[in-house]
C-alpha cells in the first residue's frame, strides 16, 4: 500500500453499498477519495459526460466502479431488450468508458478495479442480462490488463449482498432472501459490503496482481 497525501481514488458509485463502502476504508488512508454517481452530477451512461469529468479532475491513481446493480430479469422472451440494453449502458459501456477517460489521467502505479458478479459464471436461468454484462466486462478487464499495463486492472466478483440495490424490495422478503442465501451458501452468511470490500483494497494494494477476478461470493460458485 503505497498512499501518501497526493493520492487521488476516484469510486464511481460510491454514494451506495460497495462502493460506498470501499470510499469508507479508502477515507481511512492519505489522500482524496472522490466519489461520483448520478446524484453527483456524473451519469456514466453519457460517455461524453464521462470524458469531461475525467479531463476536469486531472490526475488520479486509482479507480473503482461500482455503479450500476440494476439489470432487468426474466427470459429472453419476456425481457424487454430496450431495457437489456439500458442495463448494458451504465454497467458495461459504463465501465469502459470511465476506464478509458481515467486510464489517460493514470499516474505510475495506478488501479483500476470493476465490478462484476457470481452470476457472470454460474447458469440461472431468468438472469441472461447479468449474466452477459458480468461475463463480458471480465473478458474485456483481462485484455485491458495487457493493453492498459503498467496500470493494473481487476475485478471483484461479489455473491449476494446487502445494500441499497435490494431497497425496492419489500423489508420482509428481503430478509427472507438473505437469510436463505445465509443457509445455503458454504460460507454460511450473506454478503455485507465491508466484505466486499476487502476485494478492492486486495487489488490496489497487490502490485502482482492485475487480469485477476476475485471472488467474493460465500462460495456461490462452488455450491
Ligand atoms: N449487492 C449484490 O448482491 C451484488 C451481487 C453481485 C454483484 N453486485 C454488483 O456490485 C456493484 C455494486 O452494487 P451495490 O449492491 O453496491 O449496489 P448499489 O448500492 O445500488 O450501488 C450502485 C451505485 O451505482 C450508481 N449508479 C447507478 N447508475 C449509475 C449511472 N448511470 N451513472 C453513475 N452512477 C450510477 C448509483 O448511484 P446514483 O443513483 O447516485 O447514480 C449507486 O450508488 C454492481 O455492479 C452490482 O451489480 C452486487
Known amino acids: 500500500m503505497n498512499f501518501h497525501q497526493n493520492t487521488i481514488s476516484v469510486v464511481v458509485g460510491g454514494n451506495t453499498g460497495i462502493g460506498r463502502a470501499v470510499a469508507d476504508e479508502l477515507s481511512k488512508r492519505e489522500g482524496r477519495v472522490i466519489i461520483a454517481s448520478r446524484r453527483s452530477g456524473l451519469d456514466v451512461a453519457d460517455p461524453e459526460a464521462v470524458e469531461r469529468y475525467f479531463s476536469s479532475l486531472g490526475p488520479i491513481d486509482h479507480l473503482v466502479f461500482t455503479a450500476g446493480s440494476q439489470a432487468p430479469g426474466g427470459k429472453l422472451v419476456d425481457v424487454d431488450l430496450a431495457d437489456a440494453k439500458a442495463a448494458f449502458d451504465t454497467k458495461f459501456w459504463g465501465s469502459l468508458a470511465v476506464a478509458k477517460a481515467a486510464s489517460r489521467q493514470m499516474r505510475d502505479g495506478g488501479t483500476i478495479t470493476f465490478t462484476t458478479g457470481f452470476l457472470a459464471r454460474r447458469t440461472v436461468p ?73 476485494g478492492y483494497l486486495l487489488a490496489i494494494d497487490n502490485p502482482f496482481m492485475t487480469g485477476a477476478v476475485i471472488d467474493i461470493d460465500g462460495g456461490a460458485l462452488v455450491n
Open 126 to 198: 431468468n438472469t441472461f442480462v447479468k449474466t452477459a454484462m458480468n461475463s463480458a466486462l471480465e473478458a474485456v478487464a483481462k485484455i485491458l490488463a495487457r493493453e492498459l499495463s503498467p496500470i493494473r486492472v481487476n475485478v471483484v466478483s461479489p455473491g449476494l449482498t446487502d445494500t441499497e440495490a435490494y431497497e425496492a424490495m419489500d423489508g420482509a422478503a428481503r430478509q427472507a432472501m438473505l437469510e436463505r442465501a445465509a443457509a445455503n451458501l458454504p460460507a454460511g452468511r450473506y454478503g455485507r459490503a465491508e466484505d466486499v470490500a476487502r
